[in-house]
């Protein structure tokens, strides 16, 4: 009994650093994906599609703020934290100090943009209290996402998923709460107001336990980096790592503007769903980044290791999402089987190709290549948005999941060589 336990514990949890990690963040998207698409489900049977077109406009504004104010420091810790040894409280706490500042800057640039919409009208009524608060919101929302890499960094990669499953439960929860109260902004309060509990316990857990945990552990590989190679990486790396969240977090504000809330809504949840994936693949091949810091001798290996079992895990998954796409839509509504089914399958066919792409990325982080990295994701973010605005107009949400899905492949098969060149240890 003892032997079969020590198995099934092996399977969940691999020795290898690497595989743990992957294992770990792997089951954070199964977890964040699950609570997430409940999320959006419960949001479309209690608000209309004009409320979640609009919310989903405001949280992704709110995400891709966030992200120009974590400045790269989630890749930079994941990169240089694992070798950090003594240091590792020093470099946390001064991400922690960087990134507040750099959101309340953030936040306050972008105050008239935001003002566009109506619940950051409503605060800005009540004058500087109410502009204390959205500077609050943005600062809870980059540190939320900012505690995630100081976990995966330190080589805490399991408490990931336990950290985002609590603030999955306690945003179904007030969404539900809000229904009722506040339907027009009971969205948006959902997700602000679920992260500040989970967020304190997360860090009481980092700086009490993990961190001085990984300062031991870590002492004897402490990495000579200078302050340039820091700037280099936080700068290179931000400029690709906004780029990817432009096309995330852009395309749904782009699709309210040019048609509409309520298409907005339709193309939110099955881009939503579909970008599940995406995720997925991102935070799997972050593993790639924290061990192959650490064991450089081994990236060939880690690399044909991670692509293999990546593709193997991803494949039916999207063959299953392709087969079960309207069954999806339906638990959404009937006016989403009819606006956001084909979408859906267009997206998810994108993560089969994305795969090499991520990897790619991730190792290039691990070799500091990072003008290679920003090249790349300049082709990508423009491609995309540059087809959808022209496209979208004419031929609505569907021409942006093909544009998405046309770049994808394209830049996947010019990346092949490279990738096998590692692989093969010629890289």
Not at 325 to 347: C, E, F, H, K, Q
């Amino acid at each position: 009994m003892t032997g079969a336990l020590a198995t099934v514990r092996e399977r969940l949890l691999p020795r290898d650093p690497m595989q743990r990690s992957a294992v770990a963040l792997a089951a954070n998207t199964g977890v964040t994906s699950v609570l997430g698409f409940l999320y959006w489900v419960v949001a479309a049977r209690y608000y209309s599609p004009a409320i979640v077109g609009e919310s989903a406009a405001l949280i992704s504004a709110m995400v891709l703020m966030a992200s120009i104010a974590e400045l790269n420091l989630f890749n930079t810790l994941i990169r240089f934290l694992p070798t950090a040894g003594s240091n590792t409280r020093r470099y946390t706490l001064r991400a922690y100090l960087t990134v507040a500042g750099a959101g309340t800057l953030v936040v306050l640039a972008a105050l008239p943009f935001l003002q566009k919409f109506a619940l950051v009208r409503d605060l800005a009524h009540y004058g500087p209290a109410g502009v204390a608060f959205v500077v609050a919101a943005l600062l809870v929302w980059t540190l939320f996402a900012l505690a995630d890499s100081v976990a995966i960094g330190a080589r805490a990669a399991v408490w990931v998923p336990v950290e985002n499953g609590l603030f999955g439960v306690a945003k179904l929860v007030l969404l539900f709460t809000f229904a009722a109260a506040m339907p027009r902004f009971g969205v948006f309060w959902s997700w602000f107001l679920a992260m500040i509990p989970v967020l304190v316990a997360m860090n009481v857990l980092l700086f009490s336990r993990l961190l001085p945990r990984h300062a031991r552990e870590s002492a004897g590989q402490s990495e000579r980096v200078s302050r340039r190679d820091v700037a280099a990486f936080m700068t290179l790396d931000n400029i690709a790592l906004l780029g990817s969240t432009a096309a995330n977090y852009i395309l749904p504000v782009m699709v309210a503007v040019l048609a509409g809330n309520e298409a907005n809504g339709y193309f939110f949840v099955a881009w939503g769903v579909a970008t599940v994936l995406e995720v997925a693949l991102v935070n799997v091949a972050a593993s790639l980044t924290v061990e192959g810091a650490r064991q450089r001798e081994r990236l060939g290996e880690m690399v044909s290791t991670l692509l293999r079992r990546t593709t193997v895990l991803a494949a039916p998954l999207v063959l299953v999402l392709l087969l079960t796409a309207p069954m999806i839509m339906s638990l959404y509504g009937d006016a989403y089987v009819a606006n956001s089914t084909d979408l859906l399958r267009v997206v998810v066919l994108a993560a089969l190709p994305r795969i090499l792409i991520v990897v790619w990325m991730s190792l290039n982080r691990v070799r500091q290549r990072l003008g290679q990295i920003l090249a790349v994701q300049a082709v990508i973010t423009g491609s995309v948005l540059g087809l959808s605005w022209a496209l979208l107009p004419g031929y609505g949400i569907m021409a942006v999941g093909v544009a998405h899905l046309a770049v994808q492949c394209v830049v996947a098969l010019a990346l092949v060589p490279s990738v096998l060149r590692v692989v093969r240890g010629r890289g």
